[in-house]
């Protein structure tokens, strides 16, 4: 398996940027990177996904490092409900059976 | 905007007994999966499910799992005898085609407590 690594915690300030990493240094050539995120108490919620260009929607950006290796997470201004655990995961076996890491627990500060 | 939606949101069951969890994927949908995630730890995938017939399982879907498409519109996870430890949340999830670049839709679960 393509495994990613990601900090277990951040913080950040409402209304503040903020940039989630992301490590994927055995990512192959046909692997997407997707990001889902988990508000509490909820189902996970996809976020955004790429393969070597940057993508942005209504929700954040993503920037993917030219070697693929990483990438990072942009939410432009933070909320409070943007407060929840984010995960980054590569697609797995050419299909889209999503496997969960630890991810990384946002905390969003008033 | 389409859901996936899961009955019930909470379930209580015996140690024992057997226990269907319930899920209507978004419609037009064609992969669904099964997901359960243990209180205080991460998401793990049981299941995946595309044309009556299980695509993908993980070493935890073992025989005492079981999934189903009844109809044209229900998914569900039987699970046949439960233990204390499938005390979890269960999440289904849809995607339109199972392909690597596109989004798979989360439920909001359904909390299973075995006593």
């Known amino acids: 398996d393509a495994k990613t690594t990601q900090p277990n915690s951040m913080e950040s300030n409402e209304e503040e940027p903020v940039h989630l990493p992301c490590n994927h240094s055995?990512?192959?050539?046909?692997?997407?990177i997707h990001w889902y995120r988990q508000l509490p108490s909820q189902g996970p919620e996809y976020v955004i996904h790429?393969?070597?260009s940057n993508v942005n929607n209504r929700m954040a950006s993503l920037a993917i490092a030219e070697d693929r290796k990483s990438s990072t997470l942009i939410l432009h201004r933070a909320t409070l409900r943007d407060a929840a655990v984010y995960y980054c995961?590569?697609?797995?076996?050419?299909?889209?059976?999503?496997?969960f890491g630890a991810g990384t627990r946002l905390t969003v500060k008033p | 905007e389409p859901e996936v939606t899961q009955t019930p949101s909470h379930q209580v069951t015996q140690m024992g007994q057997e226990v269907i969890l319930r899920c209507v994927p978004i419609?037009?949908?064609?992969?669904f999966y099964w997901y359960r995630q243990i209180l205080g730890q991460k998401v793990e995938f049981l299941v995946s499910f595309y044309n009556n017939e299980i695509s993908e399982k993980s070493e935890i879907f073992d025989d005492q799992f079981s999934v189903e498409r009844p109809d044209g519109s229900n998914f569900t996870l039987k699970i046949r005898s439960t233990k204390l430890e499938d005390s979890a949340m269960y999440f289904c999830?849809?995607?339109?085609?199972?392909?690597?670049?596109?989004?798979?839709?989360f439920g909001q679960g359904t909390r299973l407590t075995v006593v």
């Open positions: 999830a849809s995607s339109s085609n199972g392909q690597v670049n596109t989004e798979a839709f």
């Open positions: 055995t990512i192959s050539g046909t692997d997407y």
């Open positions: 995961i590569l697609s797995y076996y050419n299909n889209n059976d999503m496997r």
């Open positions: 790429g393969l070597t």
């Open positions: 419609s037009n949908h064609l992969y």
